[in-house]
């Protein structure tokens, strides 16, 4: 069972960790762009998220190549997000609802921030 649990926490981070760099670059950018007196510590404070997630996702990305697992996504509709997790000669088709995709990154972005400034 823990194995199964290791496995389906880098799963998901090949699917939300990409969803919070993009996130992050754009707010990166707006952060650059807006009128604050100090942007220093918003920027630092998202560089340093980023930095985290990276290193986060590259240790996903490690172990699915190890484990010779791919995750693909597939369809979007306005609903739902299709994933394709190819493993062992088999494809299991995951779905998860946009909203649940869009709280989840927003939980975990909180949890990096949170990270970061400890």
Do not use: W
């Not at 952060?31 to 007196?37: A, D, R, T, V, Y």
């Not at 997790?85 to 946009?98: L, Q």
């Amino acid at each position: 069972m823990q194995n199964l649990d290791v496995e389906r926490a880098y799963l998901e981070a090949i699917i939300y960790l990409p969803m919070l760099l993009i996130v992050l670059e754009r707010d990166h950018t707006l952060f650059e762009m807006g009128e604050f007196k100090l942007k220093g510590p918003y920027l630092h404070l998202v560089d340093d998220a980023r930095t985290c997630i990276e290193a986060d996702l590259k240790r996903a990305k490690a172990y699915v190549t190890e484990k010779n697992i791919k995750v693909i996504r597939a369809e979007k509709d306005d609903l739902f997000t299709e994933y394709h997790v190819h493993f062992a000669n088999t494809v299991e088709v995951r779905r998860y609802s946009n909203i649940r995709l869009r709280n989840h990154s927003e939980k975990l972005l909180k949890a990096y921030i949170r990270k970061t400034i400890q």
